[in-house]
């Protein structure tokens, strides 16, 4: 049967079948998409839209980047997949890679790297290197409020939002929230009993907060004081997405954590997650304390290296940044955004409450055929590829500028 066989049949013929065969975890799905090029995707009835959530920040180069699928499939028809009771010089040479991009002036001998399968499972390591870091004399790790690290069940104890939280506990125990970026508040909390702290440069699902200038810096200080390791979560801000390689880069330059942890678009739309670790932190998961069957993939690595390769090649670091500070200020001159926060292509636009709720723009906007989501009741989320051009990111701030004038109209009206 061919690929148009496939996926042949309607928007609604799949979306009845999909409640039949799929568990109900994400709820009755937007749209059921058949393909996609570059920065667009088409859905089952033939609508084509412009992508700027990218998978929620995953698809860096767009969809069927060139670069990745000859990377892929090259990959694939030579070696596919091997287990870790081997390796393949695809995952030597991507961790390499990391080595150098998350930790620049560290010497190559005292980073190492651990691969896995997605954000949630690299947060999930460096838990476990954190107990390993910890013991018995240290049984306290601390998180961020507002913190969103995963749905595993480690890395569910370190995400903030109870009701991700309350279904599943008793979660794994000796996590303690602090408020994000009060330094004080985190000074009170630590002591030498801490094993880690991990937070996120900017707390994504929090609708895009940056933490304040100085605060990672302060945050290391005072790990480093304490014996404590210092986690930064990457998985949503790093590999570009905010300008830099990685978004700790540009808001606390010459920090230089323990553990960094990497995903969405490490890959490029291929699943991949990696933890890379430097110094004492490096060497703490031993034989038999950690494992994956699919992780360092020979395929998924391949795709990750052919995203490296072409962020660098492309000039996209640069390219991320010029067009995240334009375009931020297209949208911050809309009436009714109140404020647009975040770097590069991770964008929160914050809405005026008499637009209503940011979910009801964001079906607007998907039925003008533009992709954003909500992730708070008054933002909405841009993460789109990284070449998405002027002339689109254009047509959005437009398309946004008639549905915030025709709603804050209506309101005025009311």
Known sequence: MSQAQHVAGSQQDWTQRYTGAVMNTFGTPQRVLVRGAGTEVTDADGRTYTDLL????????????????????????????????????????????????VFPSCAPQETRVFL?????????AAFK???RHGGTARPRVLALEQAFHGRTMGALALTHKAAYREPFEPLPGGVEFVPAGDVQALAAAMGPDVAALIIEPIQGEAGVRELPEGYIAQARELTRAAGALLIIDEVQTGMGRCGAWMAHHLLAPGVVPDVVTLAKGLGGGIPIGAVVASGAAASLLQPGQHGTTFGGNPVACAAALAVIDTIRSQGLLERVRELGEQWAGQLSALEGVTQ?????????????????PASEVAAEL?????????????????APPFVLSDEQAGAFTAQLGRILASRLTQAGAA
């Open 54 to 101: 990218a998978g929620i920040a995953v698809n860096c180069l767009g969809h069927a980047h060139p670069a990745v699928v000859a990377a892929v499939t090259e990959q694939l028809s030579t070696l596919g997949h091997v287990s870790n009771i081997f390796t393949s010089p695809a995952q030597i040479r991507l961790a390499e890679e990391l080595a150098g991009i």
């Open 129 to 131: 290197i954190a107990r």
């Open 116 to 124: 896995a399968n997605s954000g949630t499972e690299a947060n999930e």
């Open 340 to 356: 647009v926060r975040g770097r590069g292509l991770l964008r929160g636009v914050g809405l005026a409450e008499e637009v209503g």
């Open 366 to 382: 998907l039925e003008a055929g533009f992709i954003v989501n909500a992730p708070r009741p008054h933002t909405l989320r841009l």
